[in-house]
């Protein structure tokens, strides 16, 4: 990849902005911050995102259903432990016309101002162009001198506006970047090569801080496949400058971070994903000296809600993700689109999901092959539970504050941990469905791990009618939960959406509904099942127990037999 004479000066052009006094004055955020590239992103870690806020699309900051943006939220991040923010900007719906593509000064004022409450809070702070790269740079195969002009425009103005601001603001050239309509790949890395070429001058020249600033690179889709890291080396090695680092998303094996394809664990192959997009990131550039940063990190099911994937599997994924950042040498920055950051209570909507987080940017904690015993009433068994003790001690098996004794109330042999039928007799109560009791395990170090105790009886279903786009089946769970749901014809085929495989995706295609008692079918089911063709459904629930259901579309109308 030939690159114009200008790329191969900037570090020259760099250097002679510091020492012809172009850095600007003094600024308070610098006193004592570390100098290299390295060291800034270890200095970042832990970070959060501050996102759907100002990257919303729409009229403003409020568009996607988060509140505005208070100083408090970031002084609370910060107390949470938090060292860095992650602020996604969307720019492109507020630029006006060519050539100039000015930015909207009360946006670009709003965005300045959240910027400069969050260095007021000691957080560190990446500054990242976000869906612009879906909104209008994914059109650079088609429309390159357009895009192009637009990106430099833009960033030109960012980096004026930013260039007397502290090292501890790094700037993100683009998220995610994808293209439309290209000839194929080579073309893309081309192309992301050249914005990722012409940020790095335009931020460069800009003088001030910037000549120094940090400049995060990341690869196309900020994916972790090796092709697109090696890709990315390239472009740091042509660039030839120690104020750089790198950064790739991670949202899990797609499977499970859906819960699709009977996904609904955190199993061997979902760990093995995590371990190898972590190990070719180190080895491809950490082991390079190119700090990196994880700039996104979650379960993509998310996005609907986080009860997508269930519990225990969830906190097994965000404690497995924490020890392979933290010993690979990676900062991750988790992903908060308002759904786990409470932004006008400032409390966590799930303590314990955030408790796992916190603790695994430190140690790693104990946990287990379940989160939840099913107890069937009137016929109580034996049941075991494998611990995953992560290079931790067993410590207590607990119920309340009373500690239960082991080999009385319960055994131990290796990592697996037996509980009586004895014990869960006396803790199933009066065998009313649902939880029950509460165990506690306890390790050496890290955070405990909670199994539920859960009454429960084989669910029970009903014939139902109705429509594509309102269809329930009647569910009696007893206690029980959903797992998941396969969908086959008569002769074996796969039916619905994702017909490469029999098991449909969780809340997409179906969801559970407790509290009205009914199993929802979802339009987006019916709207691939053939007409008139029985489907037979499949539910499987956490308990282990598994129940056949069928329908039939004919047109708008459904119908649902048991059986």
Sequence with gaps: MKRPLWTCLTALAATAALTA?????????????????????????????????????????????????????????????????????????????????????????????????ALDEDLYVLLDLHHDSWMWTNAMPTQHDEVLAQFTRTWEQLAQRFRDHPRTLLFESINEPQFAGSTGEAQEYALLDELNDTFHQVVRSSGGKNADRVLVLPTLHTDSGQARLDELVTTFTELADPNLAATFHYYGYWPFSVNVAGGTRFDATAQQDVTDAFARVHDTLVARGIPVILGEYGLLGFDRHTGTIEQGEKLKFFEYLGYQ???????????????????????????????????????????????????????????TVTLNLNGTKFRDLSLGKHKLKQGKDYQLAG?????????????????????????????????????????????????????????????????????????????????????????????????????????LLRPAFFAEVTDGAPVVLTFHFWSGAVLQYTVVRSGTAVTGTVG
Excluded: C
Excluded at 361 to 383: I, L, N
């Design 415 to 519: 990592s697996t941990l037996t509980l009586p039928a004895a014990l869960l007799q006396r803790l199933s109560g009066t065998g009313a469905y649902g939880t029950s009791a509460e165990l506690v395990a306890r390790f050496s170090q890290g955070v405990p791990w909670t199994i539920e105790i859960v009454n429960a009886d084989t669910p029970v279903l009903a014939d139902a009618t109705g429509t594509t786009d309102a269809f329930a089946v009647p569910t009696q769970f007893r206690g029980d939960r959903l797992a998941t749901m396969e969908a086959r014809y008569l002769d074996g085929s796969n039916a619905g959406p994702h017909s490469w495989t029999s098991f449909k995706e969780f809340d997409v295609t179906f969801a559970p509904d407790q509290a009205t008692g009914t199993i």
């Design 325 to 383: 950042a933290r010993t690979t040498g990676v900062t991750t920055m988790l992903w908060d689109n308002g759904q786990h950051l409470d932004r006008t209570a400032y409390t966590w909507r799930d303590p314990e999901l955030f408790a796992q987080i916190s603790s695994s940017w430190k140690k790693r904690s104990g946990t287990a092959s379940t989160d939840q015993v099913f107890v069937r009433p009137g016929a109580v068994t034996e049941q």
């Design 21 to 117: 006094g172009l850095a600007g004055p003094a600024y308070a955020g610098d006193r004592g911050a570390p100098k290299s590239a390295a060291k800034v992103v270890a200095a970042m870690q832990p970070g959060w995102n501050l996102g759907n806020t100002l990257d919303a699309v729409g009229a403003d900051e409020t568009a996607w259903g988060n509140p505005r943006v208070t100083k408090k939220l970031l002084s609370e991040v910060e107390k949470n432990g938090f060292r860095s923010v992650r602020i996604p900007v969307t720019l492109g719906q507020h630029e006006g016309p060519a050539p100039d593509y000015t930015i909207d000064p009360v946006v670009l004022d709003r965005v300045e101002e959240v910027v400069d409450w």
